[in-house]
């Protein structure tokens, strides 16, 4: 079946900055049970490995050093990574499992704390109402009423 970019494109258009976080690690995800379920299959393996790992590579990217954890997440991150390197290889599953149980740890507190965090991604934006109608002489014609508002909260 492969990974659905649609599915992802549309998370993506409306997420907030931790969201895409979140959704990086469901691509991840993805790609690594794609490798799995392709296991016999190299080319198809050494792909989704690939991917994997330039997916683990942006949150690895991603981090802000200035904060302690960060430096706590790369070296679960480069963990992370030496298991995936080393299942393309080995192709044990062990190793596999061991990466992913370490990822969904981090991925289950980001889930956490966007629980909490419900400021939205914009405010102060335009308010649009648009529908269709018809005029008097039976011909569609468009309605668009807008509010000007416009801005990001800084």
Do not use: W
Request: with cysteine.
């Amino acid at each position: 079946m492969g990974i659905n970019k649609e599915e992802y494109v549309a998370k993506i258009a409306t997420a907030s900055p931790l969201r895409l976080v979140i959704i990086n690690f469901e691509i991840l995800f993805d790609y690594l049970e794609e490798s799995k379920k392709n296991i016999n299959d190299d080319k198809s393996f050494d792909f989704n490995i690939f991917k994997a790992r330039q997916f683990l590579s942006e949150l690895r990217c991603s981090l802000d050093m200035q904060y302690e954890i960060s430096s706590y997440l790369l070296t679960l991150y480069n963990y992370a990574d030496r298991k995936i390197a080393k299942f393309l290889f080995s192709k044990n599953l062990k190793d596999l499992e061991d990466a992913t149980n370490v990822l969904k740890n981090i991925m289950s507190g980001f889930e956490q704390i966007e629980e909490k965090d419900k400021t939205p991604v914009m405010e102060n934006t335009d308010t649009i109402y648009a529908g269709l109608t018809y005029g008097k002489d039976g011909r569609l014609q468009e309605f668009v009423d807008v509010k000007h508002n416009k801005g990001f909260k800084a």
